[in-house]
């Protein structure tokens, strides 16, 4: 949460402003007309010219309010420089030659923008000394009908010389209007800062500076670097230049970082609260192809991915469709070479591989460990809850695992997953619970959607069936063999099992599951045989023949009536008590009765006795005795057995 003093803090440090346009425009000398500042800060830029990195300048309103002014880079070739810029931007000035117009680097920038879901801005037409009266009406003009169906539509347009100062008091009172009209930023969350800029201070070491994308950082904080996962503590921080206590979301922020070297962390990294951002390679997202690009995109293209302050290569994988038309939006996932640290909601820029052009953008939806296939339309439509539920956290947390599918989603992996602190996905957690949108497996922790878990019932009963066809004489199966054959932890395949018997496929007998629908497997003669068996071992009684002895009454091998024996057991109509006795359960609950009367009316029982109570000679009488002391029935001391006590006496 934000310290108390954060409100004050937000006002003064009021916004972030970006300069846009193309080269040679009068982007910086604007900066410096309106600031003073010089914001090519490189001998490169100022030699010839040509903002090739960021600049930045300090700009102050006059109700004292600091405003950060980044100047980004006009050339096609620093396109990268631009985007990092455009982070964290509150407001954009479009910037326009009055001797040149609407330029291509014009165009593609205001597409950027657009694209980077940039909402405020205004255009300024520079360089009105160098042209005819009349030429910046028609700039104008032409503007107008440039800037029609982006945000920048009615936005004011006003004219200026960074030559004479003509028309700057005009820009500076819109830049202080709009900066006024700037909401504060929400600065709860997790901290996350993308770095645009590393550098060292001597005396101080390593310095990192960038605008947040959220939550807040005050001194001593403890945080991460990512991707490469290192601990930093925060040593000093700067807001728009002035030390502070504590800076946040949407301002110009420069931290004085320990225990790392200034090269060891670049454009592209990003300064985290630890524990609640991933490094990904496969990114969810909503992409829109610009109607510029003028013909269809196929999936599997190779493209550069920009977003924040990071860029790479990487394939653009389309979901619900062959290919992007132009104008289209799409589901898609991105497969980078290079892991990059994103939140839902962030917005990125894509451009074609080799040669290198602006092919559109969009909104990240997520991160997921599994490679996507196409025309899924569960895939889609988890997609498209994830769009949905952007900013509500308890409908993002459901549709990340539903995302999940039939892997269970651990507790503690949930809240880098939603970018949200375990306090705040906790309470979401028992929400979704109670309303039965999740399912807690067993008790390891691990939570599945409710919707895959009918999906899971139906791959353990094909799995079953394929046990039963391997094995008819097997009554049903462990939740072991299933597990294996299913390719499911044993947890998540009984979570499966449950809900089959819950809608009345499955039957579950002692450890044993059996499928309802399975039939076929046994012969005719198998079922006679079964029957024989059966109504055998009942007559008999404590008297029942061996294995070898049945079959050779049957006429049939010895291995098959074991296998019939088997199946009776599984069906809890005989037990197997060693190698050569076989009772029916009927016999042994009476056998059972007969023990728990003697025991009452004694206190206990011989081995000996057994025999006279149970009517049974010692070949079956000891393995029945053996049995009870199994499951807990009685409790033998040498010769003598007596009932073991209850738990609740």
């Given at each position: 949460m934000p310290p108390k003093n954060m409100e004050s803090v937000t006002d003064i440090f009021r916004a972030v402003v970006g300069t846009a346009g193309h080269i040679d425009h009068g982007k910086s000398s604007l900066v410096k007309a309106l600031t003073?500042?010089?914001?090519?800060?490189?001998?490169?830029?100022?030699?010839?010219?040509?903002?090739?990195?960021?600049?930045?300048?300090?700009?102050?309103?006059?109700?004292?309010?600091?405003?950060?002014?980044?100047?980004v880079p006009g050339h096609e070739r620093f396109i990268r420089n631009m985007v990092a810029g455009a982070t964290g931007l509150d407001i954009v000035?479009?910037?326009?030659?009055?001797?040149?117009?609407?330029?291509?680097?014009?165009?593609?920038?205001?597409?950027?923008?657009?694209?980077?879901?940039?909402?405020r801005g205004?255009?300024?037409?520079?360089?009105?000394?160098?042209?005819?009266?009349?030429?910046?009406?028609?700039?104008?003009?032409?503007?107008?009908?440039?800037?029609?169906?982006?945000?920048?539509?009615?936005?004011?347009?006003?004219?200026?010389s960074n030559a004479?100062?003509?028309?700057?008091?005009?820009?500076?009172?819109?830049?202080?209007?709009?900066?006024?009209?700037?909401?504060?930023?929400?600065?709860?969350?997790?901290?996350?800062?993308?770095?645009?800029r590393s550098f060292t201070v001597k005396g101080h070491g390593t310095v990192v500076t960038g605008v947040p994308l959220s939550g807040t950082v005050s001194v001593g904080d403890e945080l991460e670097i990512l991707p490469q996962g290192q601990a930093v503590r925060v040593r000093s921080v700067q807001a728009h230049h002035h030390p502070v206590p504590t800076a946040g979301a949407g301002q110009r922020v420069a931290l004085n970082l320990s225990d790392i070297n200034w090269k060891d962390v670049g454009r592209g990294a990003s300064i985290c609260t630890p524990g609640l951002f991933n490094a990904s390679t496969l990114i969810e997202v909503r992409f829109k192809l610009l109607a510029s690009y003028g013909k269809a995109l196929d999936s599997h293209v190779g493209v550069r991915f920009h977003a924040n302050t990071t860029e790479t290569l990487g394939t653009l994988v389309i979901l619900d469709a062959k290919q992007a038309e132009p104008g289209t939006e799409v589901y898609a996932q991105l497969r980078l070479d290079e892991p990059v640290i994103m939140a839902p909601g962030d917005r990125f820029l894509l451009r074609l591989a080799s040669p290198e052009r602006t092919l559109g953008g969009g909104v990240i939806l997520g991160e997921t460990k599994f490679r996507h296939k196409q025309s899924r339309t569960w895939i889609t439509d988890n997609l498209a809850a994830k769009e949905s539920a952007i900013g509500d956290l308890s409908a993002y947390v459901e549709a990340t695992v539903r995302g999940q599918g039939l892997h269970p989603t651990d507790v503690h992996v949930?809240?880098?997953?939603?970018r949200a602190t375990e306090a705040l996905v906790a309470p979401v957690i028992e929400k979704l619970l109670a309303e039965k949108k999740l399912v807690r497996v067993g008790s390891t922790g691990t939570?599945?959607?409710?919707?895959?878990?009918?999906?899971?019932?139906e791959s353990v009963e094909a799995s079953l069936l394929a046990?039963?066809?391997?094995?008819?004489?097997?009554?049903?199966?462990?939740?072991?063999?299933?597990?294996t054959h299913v390719r499911h932890p044993p947890a998540v395949t009984e979570l499966f099992l449950a809900d089959c018997v819950r809608r009345g496929t499955v039957d579950r007998q002692a450890l044993e599951w059996r499928l309802k629908s399975f039939k076929g497997g046994?012969?005719?003669?198998?079922?006679?045989?079964?029957?024989?068996?059966?109504?055998?071992?009942?007559?008999?009684?404590?008297?029942?023949?061996?294995t070898a002895d049945l079959a050779k009454e049957a006429g049939r091998p010895e291995k098959r009536i074991d296998n019939l024996i088997i199946m009776l057991e599984a069906q809890g109509k005989a037990k197997r008590l060693d190698e050569s006795v076989v009772l029916h359960s009927d016999t042994i609950a009476a056998a059972k009765q007969r023990l728990i009367a003697h025991c009452n009316a004694h206190g206990q029982i011989t081995s000996i006795e057994a025999k006279d109570v149970l009517g049974g000679t010692r070949k079956y009488v000891i393995p029945l005795l053996e049995y009870f002391d199994s499951i807990g029935l009685t409790v033998r001391r040498d010769s003598v057995r007596t009932l073991k006590p209850s738990p609740l006496t």
């Open positions: 003073g500042t010089d914001p090519d800060r490189l001998k490169e830029e100022q030699e010839r010219g040509l903002t090739i990195d960021l600049g930045y300048a300090e700009y102050t309103t006059a109700e004292g309010r600091q405003v950060g002014l980044i100047d000035m479009l910037v326009v030659a009055a001797d040149d117009s609407v330029m291509p680097q014009t165009r593609e920038h205001l597409e950027i923008m657009q694209i980077l879901g940039l909402r205004f255009i300024v037409i520079t360089k009105i000394d160098l042209v005819d009266d009349g030429m910046p009406e028609l700039v104008e003009e032409e503007l107008r009908e440039f800037v029609e169906g982006t945000f920048l539509e009615g936005a004011p347009i006003i004219r200026c004479t100062g003509e028309g700057l008091d005009l820009v500076r009172a819109e830049l202080e209007r709009q900066v006024a009209a700037v909401p504060a930023r929400d600065m709860t969350g997790p901290f996350r800062l993308p770095v645009q949930i809240p880098a997953m939603v939570y599945l959607h409710a919707e895959p878990v009918t999906v899971g019932g046990l039963h066809q391997a094995n008819h004489y097997a009554y049903g199966f462990t939740v072991f063999d299933i597990a046994l012969s005719q003669e198998d079922r006679r045989l079964v029957g024989w068996l059966e109504d055998r071992l009942k007559t008999t009684g404590m008297a029942s023949p061996l």
